[in-house]
């Protein structure tokens, strides 16, 4: 009796993607939601307000934006995990395209970025910062330039990196692999932000479904990869075997 094996191409390991996206999500809206709570309700200002409301907010809730900085920049450390573990896998995948290169350096540059931010909000938290209006409004548009377009835009290339792949070499639903697409669209589309502020509404919507997508993503990318030529040779020996058995 012949025995069909299946061929597989093997991945490393590695830590869990959906678990990191998890870790990575729940770091950066923690530090959303608990600052918004230590400031009484009060937002992140935006660079767009006055300069007297900015430095009111950075004045009056110092606590609240240094437990923020704390956390976004908490964040960006499962962000790169995540995102050197899916460029490997990818590779691994047998992804040969530039995709998996794509994301490797799209994610590391949203980490990057998102650190970055963090370091200059967690300035704004010092006192002997905001004795300086203009230096506080510098910092300001500088946390808000890497954190919003820097990081949503790069975070959109590392989505568009992974996609592309997912869809062509059938890794993904292709539902799952079109809406990153989108997403990425949008993320990239976000930083016209940067030249006309009515679009900064393209930065939350871009940030928080690549964040929804980056979760489903980590739990549906596989580990492991069929070799369908391998699998057409082994069918096709065990059809001409079973027929000389006949």
Do not use: C, K
């Not at 830590?15 to 400031?39: D, E, H, K, N, R």
């Not at 990239?188 to 919507?205: C, Q, R, W």
């Amino acid at each position: 009796m012949t025995t069909v094996e299946r061929t597989r191409r093997q991945t490393d390991g590695g830590p869990p993607l959906g678990i990191l996206a998890v870790v990575f999500t729940a770091l950066f809206l923690g530090g959303v939601v608990v600052s918004t709570a230590m400031a009484g309700g009060a937002t992140f200002p935006s660079p767009f307000g006055s300069a007297a409301e900015i430095l009111a907010y950075f004045q009056d809730h110092q606590d609240a934006v240094h437990v923020s900085a704390f956390l976004q920049f908490g964040a960006a450390v499962p962000l790169t995990i995540y995102t050197a573990t899916a460029s490997a896998r990818l590779r691994n995948l047998g992804i040969r395209a530039p995709g998996a290169t794509i994301a490797l350096a799209g994610g590391l540059l949203a980490a990057a970025m998102l650190a970055l931010s963090a370091m200059f909000s967690w300035v704004l938290s010092r006192p002997e910062v905001l004795t300086e209006p203009a230096v506080v409004r510098a910092l300001q548009d500088l946390a808000f330039a890497s954190g919003g377009a820097g990081h949503v835009v790069f975070l959109g290339l590392l989505v568009a990196g992974i996609a592309v792949p997912g869809l062509l070499a059938g890794l993904l639903p292709r539902a799952m692999a079109f809406a990153g697409l989108a997403i990425a669209v949008v993320a990239e589309l976000s930083h016209l932000a940067l030249l006309v502020p009515d679009t900064a509404i393209l930065l939350p919507v871009a940030r928080f479904t690549a964040l929804a997508w980056l979760i489903a993503t980590g739990f549906l990318l596989p580990r492991t990869r069929t070799n369908r030529a391998g699998d057409r040779r082994n069918r096709t020996t065990a059809s001409m075997a079973e027929e000389g058995a006949v």
